[in-house]
């Protein structure tokens, strides 16, 4: 079978979002089907910041596939114009793992939710993670199921007082990052709905990245779990509350960036800039660095007396194989040794005999 | 030493031993030979579910039952001729199945007082005159063993486990036969230990020149060649001869073929085999969990390869889910399942034909999907190649049953040329055909969707497990068009049968007074007793059904010829089920549900009872 091979077109101008190399917009990527989700949904502005960075890539839209699983997050790939499937619940990450093994080519999206992903599909993460397929995995993580009509969901906080759970929830919550890292993912990052250049920023830093990337987004539902993260994505809150954190750059944070987060061995401290330390003291994000990373993404949780933001950015990108390119070299390999199969000494086997 | 040549027609040798004596090396090591020097033969390897099952007692006995000839072999025998027993529990389990007059083969020294304890005996059998009516040969193989290899350096554990060779060397002996393919396989196998090579290959000839030097043994056995079709043969066991049926109809394709799989008992050996074929391009995946393993084959068959799951019963159960989302996107894939006895993990080394109901209906909502059997070792090559056609012809997955008996079992094969293999037909669309926005869910006229693969400009589509809107594929919850969709994805299915070949008669007549219905497994014991039947001057049948669903399309008209219709099954009774359902007569059943074939005796005696009706 010949199946065309894409051509990366090389991207003109990252700032220009519209107009483009290519001549595909971002209209050319909305497949025209009537959105569905809640009004105020934080969806709709993931999808418009997808839409938005697609034609930055230079892909064709032929070559590029969104698979999603079940819930709210998983129509997502009806109102894109490339192919998608909206499969079964907890599933895409496998169904994905099939296409790109077969099909290297094809730049590979999966669409999830942090129930989809992380509870019925919890599994089939991991098993993408430490594969490293090269694929991108956007988790809209809003903390409830909604599609269900508002049960908790495995990143719900404890004691959540939800339909399934009228006297709070007794799961102790996952961390989507330390998941992701503890699966020993090759890109763990974070975003938010309400933060669109943030997250186009990410979202092209995890088609960038070769290797599975694994983006939590922050969405709010606004119907069954409404203002979840307000504390990190409202404007009058937010600059204390989150850090965004960039390679290379300090950790500062708060209105006045006057807040700053040191690091003593492995112990982080956050510091007010006033008081003595400098911007030449603060801890400088290495994305490289994955135990690095893990404080980052855990430090809220461990020392909950000392007010640490919550964090947000790439907290780390490394490098390991790609499992379609290891799979596909050991063919490469066992053709170059045994020659390409002939099928007729197959069926044959060792031994023959022959009655006349 | 001279000994007497008798000759045989047919012979039956049961192998047995504790799980860690190398039984099934020792089977399929003489298999081989058997069907080099021109037999037909049947096999049916048995053993435990433990890979070393507790030494000694009863449940840790491996089995191995060959039978072959100079006639037409169907089935591995009822009765054994000879039984090799390795220590007092193969005995035990095996004794109640060797003829009368048949030859006992014992190793002494697993008659011990402990092995006597652990297999139950009170008394020692090789004492006793229980054994009178048997022709029974009391040998000392661990020890016989042991003294061959007294020159060579390896501890007495490691030179103990070369007593299957030295058994196998012997009954070579016994049989007339050459050892030499053991010889290189040996060779082959052990080719970086040397000191484990040699002590195989002298084991092997002391138990062969043991029979040669020992005047105990009067008799050896000659067998003739079988009467078979003129052609070139090969061995062949029914899970390699599905992986062998997938990559020709990957070739034949010019699909990439992907496996994602997990492992599971009965069978993991079409991954293995698979696995071993890299340089035909096949790709195998062994997945988290058989969930996953069928999704994946889900994704690549999305991007237009050919994708294969295989697994047995529990695996089928957890891949329901996906099996109705591939029904639903009308993609085509094939299902392996190779029956083992359930429920639950059940019986995982056993065979039982029991997930024939789980295939046709076990998914939630109207979900229709073809279903394959294979019938013989050999037959999984026919099946797998089909079942990869009629998937992509079709678009739709597609599913295969085997069983454990037929995944282990070993039988020659007339096997084909590649270039005579069907032709298959690819409905990949490779470009956009038309100005017109494209459809996914347009059907021709057998009611076939096109594969349109991601790749291709212009064919931009979704698709999902949400309902479709006819032929735009578009989510629809209108009441309406899921009744239309409903009716059209089972016609789609039901056409298939336009397709396949009729039902024919495998044996006897088209008319008569009892048709003997069957599938998958049962063929051999059914072949067997209905052949013999008709040569005792009965109206007896017999035809046996690939094509589970659909249903071949003369198949009523067929039964309806017959005074009495008897459906044997290893289960509860499944096929007889469609088969009153869709004909509304009153078949009979066979039940056997024990983990072990129908034998052809057994057979026997229920068609006459149901002769008699």
Partial sequence: ???????????????????????????????????????????????KQMQTVLPQFGIDKENIVFISGIGCSSRFPYYLETFGMHSIHGRATAIASGLKA??????????????????????????????????????????????????????SKLDSITKSTPLGSLDHPF?????????????????????????????????????????EIYQNCNIFNDGAFFSYTEKDVKKQNALFVEHGKPMVFGHED?????????????????????MDDLWIHDERDPIKANIIIRMESIYPKQNFPRPFGVFYEGQRPNYEILMQAQINNAIAQKGKGDLDVLIAGNETWTIK | MSHIIEEKQNVVIKFAGDSGDGMQLVGTQFTNNTASVGHDLGTFPDFPAEIRAPQGTLPGVSGFQIHFGSTEIYTPGDTYDVLVAMNAAALKSNLGNVRQGGILILNTAGFDPRNLKLSGYVTNPLDEDQLSTYLVYKIDITKLTREALLDIELGVRDKDRSKNMFVLGFIYWLYNRKPENTIQFIERRFKNNPEVKNANIKALKAGYNYGDITEAFSSRFKVKPAKMAPGTYRSITGNPALALGLIAAAQKTGLQ????????????????????????????FQAEDEIAAICSVIGTAFGGNLGVTGTSGPGVALKAEAMGLAVMLELPLVVLNIQRAGPSTGLPTKTEQSDLLQAVYGRNGECPMPVLAASTPSSCFDIAYEAVKMAVEHMTPVMVLSDGYIANGAEPWKFPKAADLKDIDVRIVRSKESEEKFMPYLRNENLVRQWAVP?????????????????TGNVSYDPD????????????????????????????????????????????????????????GFEVSHAHLKYIKPLPKNLGKLISQFDQVLIPEINNGQLIKLIRDKYLIDAKGFHKIKGTPITKNELKEEILRVYQL
Avoid at chain 1, 146 to 154: I, M, N
Avoid at chain 2, 261 to 273: G, K, N, Q
């Fill in chain 2, 455 to 471: 790749g291709t400009q212009g064919l931009e589509h979704r698709i999902g497990g949400l309902e479709k809107e006819d032929i």
């Fill in chain 2, 481 to 536: 068009n899921h009744q239309k969709m409903v009716k059209l994805r089972e016609e789609k299915i039901e056409r298939i049968a336009d397709f396949i070949p009729e039902q024919t008669i495998d044996s006897g007549k088209d008319k008569g007074k009892v048709l003997v219905l069957g599938w998958g497994s049962t063929f051999g014991a059914i072949k067997s007793a209905v052949t013999e039947l008709i040569e005792e």
């Fill in chain 1, 258 to 278: 006057e807040y700053g987060i040191k690091l003593n061995g492995t112990m982080p401290e956050v510091v007010k800039l006033e008081n003595g330390d400098s």
């Fill in chain 1, 102 to 155: 077969t099909r290297p080519e094809l730049s590979v999206w999966i669409v999830t939710g942090d129930g989809d992903g992380l509870s019925i599909g919890g599994n089939h993460m991991a098993h993408l993670l430490r594969r490293n397929f090269d694929v991108n995995v956007l988790l809209f993580n809003n903390e409830i199921y909604g599609l269900t009509k508002g049960q908790y969901s495995p990143t």
């Fill in chain 1, 175 to 215: 961390n989507p990052s330390a998941f992701a890292l503890g699966a020993d993912g090759t890109f763990v990052a974070r975003s938010m709905d309400r933060d669109p250049k943030h997250l186009q920023e990410m979202l092209k830093r995890s088609y960038e990245h070769k290797g599975t990337s694994f983006l």
């Fill in chain 1, 1 to 47: 079978m010949k199946i065309k091979v894409p051509v990366k077109r090389p991207a003109k101008s990252e700032s220009d979002q519209t107009q483009h190399n290519g001549g595909l917009t971002s209209k050319d990527f909305a497949s025209g089907q009537e959105v569905r989700w809640c009004p105020g949904c934080g969806d709709y502005s993931i999808l």
């Fill in chain 2, 257 to 284: 073929l992907f496996y994602g799989t997990y492992p599971i008992t009965p069978a993991s050996d079409v991954l293995h085999e698979l696995a071993k074929h890299k340089n035909f391009g096949v790709k195998t």
